[in-house]
């Protein structure tokens, strides 16, 4: 794993379990504290126009569901953040890959069909399935750039700017590592 120049600083690597641990035992400050607004904007804006796009009829119902995700998101962007960054530097990276890539989405998108429902949103499946799919892409795409350094909050991160400007290097550095395996 390389570092970005200018980017945060990386953290020690430590086992899965001892970053799994630390989740647990510290929930306040790993969700609250640490809460990562630039995943909550980003995911919020990102998810509420794929919602949108994916449920093109303008009904009521439909602009409902979009309204439910963005909140949805907007607090759970936040969280999912804080959680990345929690496990960026876990070792085996496969296995943090993994806990990211399938158990987050999981675990969060029953809570999203849950609040669609109980909202009354309409084009639920449709909305869902992008959702799923773009779970699985964007979060990969995001712990990698964690892992690089980019797209952290608290101190020492870099401003929302910065990690824009370094954004496209970043992700021609990421993108093999995802293929190859989350790196090492």
């Not at 953040?81 to 876990?90: K, N, P």
């Not at 892992?147 to 993108?175: H, K, N």
Request: glycine fraction near 10%; charge should be positive; proline fraction near 5%.
């Amino acid at each position: 794993m390389t570092a970005i120049p200018g980017c945060s600083r990386q953290p020690e690597p430590e086992s899965v379990g001892a970053a799994l641990r630390t989740i647990v035992a510290q929930p306040w400050t790993v969700f609250v504290v640490r809460w990562n607004w630039k995943a909550a904007l980003l995911s919020a804006g990102i998810r509420g126009l794929v919602f949108c796009i994916a449920i093109v009829p303008s009904e009521s119902g439909a602009v409902r569901g979009a309204f439910i995700e963005i909140v949805f998101r907007i607090a759970l962007g936040g969280c999912w953040g804080s959680l990345m960054q929690a496990l960026r530097a876990a070792r085996p990276a496969w296995l943090a890959g993994l806990l990211v890539a399938l158990v987050l989405p999981a675990s969060a998108h029953s809570l999203e069909y849950f609040l669609l429902r109980i909202g009354e949103a309409t084009h639920i499946a449709s909305g869902m399935a992008v959702s799923i799919l773009f779970s699985a892409a964007s979060l990969l795409v995001n712990f990698a750039l964690m892992r690089r350094g980019l797209m952290l909050t608290g101190e020492g991160a870099a401003s929302l700017g910065a990690d824009f400007r370094r954004l496209p290097r970043a992700l021609g550095d990421c993108l093999p590592w995802i293929r190859r395996g989350f790196g090492r």
